[in-house]
């Protein structure tokens, strides 16, 4: 069942002693709705013990001020990285009072947009910048839109890691190992959006005055009877301009340029919105079709860190990949952190067989492809005989699973010679049978409710078990809150510049 050419390429990284040699360093940020306890979302500010949301290495806001984004450090392991994201819940539940998160992607119901507060961050011009960005997306998409929540995965290998595949591994080379794994990722994608697709209904709301071809489901939601993941489909997270863009991840300079031309490509619905609001306070950062390089909505991207200020693509252009980001996860329901350890170790699984295996470059033809199979698979793929267009030929569905869960469960095994517990992860989760899409649309059929209702009863659990959990010290996240908070005031020390001539700098760095 395995192709040959990845029984050569396991191999290959097997005689070469890859698994051996392996550290793998990973990372999660996790975003949640703060709402109240009747499901509405949160009017409260950013808790102030959380620390700055500006200058905070383990909890800030994304979009919304009730937007919260969990944020771990690097770890070696998945046991640990697990236990710091179970510790960032815990502390954050902590000093929540009379809220909970909303743990699902798709969000709350809303009467009007103007219930979600755009995010704070005080009055530096780094903060003002990010505030200019989302009033910039909130008037480019809706508020709406931006409020799904997901979980981004970073992975990256040591520099180490790298010595069993070469002899002189330097940043080109890592730079096309990972614009590998890249291709790959996108190319089965369908396997994340079935195994861990967890959005098949959202309220009403969320669609509030756009246009869709989602189906009624009952008096107040919509839905699409074999949906896995709606946050990944057209209606969900997205920005059809952006396809404008054809961008292959074929080279590094291309992805790079075709990020910049994006930023510097003005669209006309976007300079009719104008840089500046009637005060003349800036409301978007530019009128391009991407503000700025985060603007880029893809299941994946490349990433580099850096200094606050620096540009993305500048650090990409100076210091090649550092990690990858994968985007494309949506939060688990049934588990309080949105994800667990299983999971991560698939996910492990998963980049490393898309890293191993052969990756030609991306044609034209093929990314239309990849749009494809995923339009199939976030609105149907659920369906038991559909089928996914591989190299120009339409293949069951069902026989691309066949080989790629075989050739995860050799990767797993190969990747036991690391760590220990690859094999029995993987195999738990392709045990389980009724996977999160489904088991949200069999128990609200059964159950007879609403998806605000089903969604409100089961955060109201997991915030209970959190609530319950053992309190464990949080010492070091308090250090850092108030760390955060020091450090916001010093960069207030030094504000000066008028926010226009800072935007104005900012734009003429790219």
């Known amino acids: 069942m395995t192709a040959d050419a990845f029984k050569r390429s396991l191999k290959d990284h097997q005689d070469k002693g890859f698994f051996k040699n392996l550290k793998i360093l990973r990372g999660i940020e996790r975003e949640s ?105 909130r008037l480019r998409y809706g508020s709406i839109m931006q409020c799904v929540s997901g979980i981004h995965y970073n992975f990256s290998l040591s520099k180490e890691s790298w010595h069993s595949l070469s002899d002189y591994p330097d940043q080109d080379f890592i730079n096309n190992k990972y614009l590998g794994a890249i291709r790959n990722i996108k190319r089965n994608f369908w396997f994340l959006l079935e195994r861990l697709g967890a959005s098949p ?23 699409l009877p074999y949906a896995t993941s709606l946050r990944m489909s057209d209606v969900g997270y997205q920005s059809s301009i952006q396809n404008d863009l054809r961008i292959s991840y074929n080279n590094l300079d291309e992805f790079i340029n075709a990020i910049i031309k994006g930023i510097k490509t003005s669209v006309q619905d ?54 990858l980001e994968l985007r494309g996860i949506d939060i688990n329901p049934f588990i309080p952190e949105g994800i667990d350890e299983n999971k991560i170790k698939l996910l492990d699984v998963y980049i490393m067989h898309s890293l191993i295996s052969k990756s030609p470059e991306v044609s034209d033809k093929e990314i239309e492809e990849m749009r494809a199979n995923q339009k199939i698979m976030v609105g149907n793929g659920r369906s038991k005989d559909i089928k996914l267009r591989r ?32 094999s029995n992860a993987v195999d738990a989760e392709m045990s389980v049978d009724c996977l999160p899409s489904e088991r949200i649309m069999n128990e609200i059929s059964s159950q007879n409710i609403s998806f605000q209702e089903y969604a409100l009863n089961q955060s109201k659990k997991i915030a209970n078990e959190l609530h319950l959990s053992n309190k464990n010290n949080f010492e070091g996240l308090i250090h850092h809150a108030k760390e955060s908070q020091k450090d916001l005031k010093n960069l207030q020390k030094n504000t000066g510049m008028d926010i226009n001539k800072y935007v104005e700098l900012y734009n003429s760095k790219i």
């Open 33 to 137: 709705l703060r709402v109240s306890e009747k499901g509405r979302i949160s009017q409260k500010n950013h808790p102030e013990n959380l620390g700055s949301p500006l200058t905070s290495k383990d909890i800030t806001t994304d979009f919304a001020e009730a937007l919260v984004e969990l944020v771990t450090p690097t770890f070696e392991s998945a046991e640990e990285l697990f236990k710091h994201l179970n510790l960032l819940h815990r502390f954050l539940y902590s000093e929540m009072e009379g809220e909970m998160l909303w743990n699902f992607s798709m969000p709350c119901a809303f009467e009007n947009e103007q219930e979600i507060r755009i995010a704070e961050y005080g009055e530096t011009n780094s903060g003002m910048l990010k505030h200019i960005y989302r009033k910039g997306l």
């Open 201 to 223: 209904i959202a309220h009403e709301s969320y669609l509030l005055n756009r246009e869709h071809s989602l189906l009624k489901h009952h008096k107040s939601d919509l839905f």
């Open 270 to 323: 976007f300079q009719d919105i104008g840089l500046l609001d009637s005060n003349g306070v800036p409301q978007q950062i530019s009128t391009g079709i991407l503000q700025i390089e985060n603007e880029l909505y893809d299941i994946v991207r490349p990433k580099r860190s850096g200094p606050s200020g620096s540009r993305p693509a500048t650090l990409l252009k100076e210091q090649g990949i550092e990690y």
């Open 391 to 422: 190299d120009g030929e339409d293949i069951q569905l069902l026989e691309l699973k066949a080989v790629l869960h075989d050739e995860l469960k050799q990767v797993a095994s190969a990747m036991d010679e690391y760590c220990s517990g690859y």
